[in-house]
């Protein structure tokens, strides 16, 4: 089975320190997501890509976060400086979309996530 | 961003029984509505999606309802197992068209 990885699995840091999850989309997947899930607020778009292009980042706090995708095989989330209230599951996720639209029938693949603790 | 609004929270079913979960969105210009299953420790797993050309889809047990002038779907979970408990997650799509938002999420436990 094609899977999303998402790297490290978990993360433990302390307050101020740089963050930085990695992502391998599924090969072929031309949009990658980035979402945040808490017990509170569920699961939160933080960003998106298509094609490697930004899309959309509105979700997420800018002057800490920045989302990359430098290569087709690779998507990064950064938080600096990291904050106890970042403490979350972070989730991938990819698919493919054709044209303006037409998601395929198998939707968008989720990781396993990055469990990030802030101390 | 569109909301999405998902009910029960949690629910508690014998086994056997139907679980029921809704979900509302806001206005939606594009066409395809999922519903997701996540067990502890795991990332949400596509579990059944509809487009709404169609009332209702079924896959084994799982079945979406759909009824787009209330702009309300729902999944049933008919002859519910222990095994089916997990968190189940409706989404639509964003305004974009590109992305998904997501209900705030159902905890079904399934009692044998």
């Known amino acids: 089975d094609a899977r999303v990885t998402q790297t490290p699995r978990h993360k433990v840091t302390e307050m101020g320190q740089e963050v930085t999850m990695r992502c391998q989309p599924i090969?072929?997947?031309?949009?990658v997501f980035w979402y945040r899930q808490t017990m509170m607020q569920g699961l939160e778009l933080l960003a998106y890509f298509r094609n490697r292009a930004p899309l959309d980042d509105s979700g997420m706090p800018k002057d800490r976060f920045s989302a990359e995708m430098p290569d087709a095989t690779l998507a990064t989330l950064k938080i600096q400086p990291s904050e106890p209230r970042d403490s979350a599951v972070y989730f991938c996720a990819s698919g493919f979309r054709a044209g303006t639209g037409g998601l395929g029938p198998e939707g968008y693949t989720f990781g396993s996530g990055t469990r990030l603790t802030v101390v | 961003q569109q909301q999405v609004k998902q009910s029960p929270q949690s629910l508690i079913v014998q086994k056997g029984g139907i679980s029921i979960i809704n979900c509302a969105y806001e206005?939606?210009?594009?066409?395809?509505f999922p519903w997701y299953q996540q067990f502890p420790g795991k990332g949400p797993a596509l579990l059944i999606a509809?487009?709404?050309?169609?009332s209702e889809k079924k896959e084994g047990r799982f079945t979406i309802s759909f009824n787009k002038s209330a702009k309300q779907f729902s999944l049933h979970i008919m002859d519910s197992q222990p095994g089916d408990s997990a968190t189940y997650f409706c989404?639509?799509?964003?305004?974009?068209?590109?992305?998904?938002?997501f209900g705030k999420g159902t905890s079904l436990l399934v009692t044998p």
């Open positions: 989404a639509a799509p964003s305004n974009s068209g590109y992305a998904l938002n």
């Open positions: 509809i487009r709404p050309d169609v």
């Open positions: 090969l072929g997947h031309n949009t």
């Open positions: 206005n939606t210009a594009f066409d395809y």
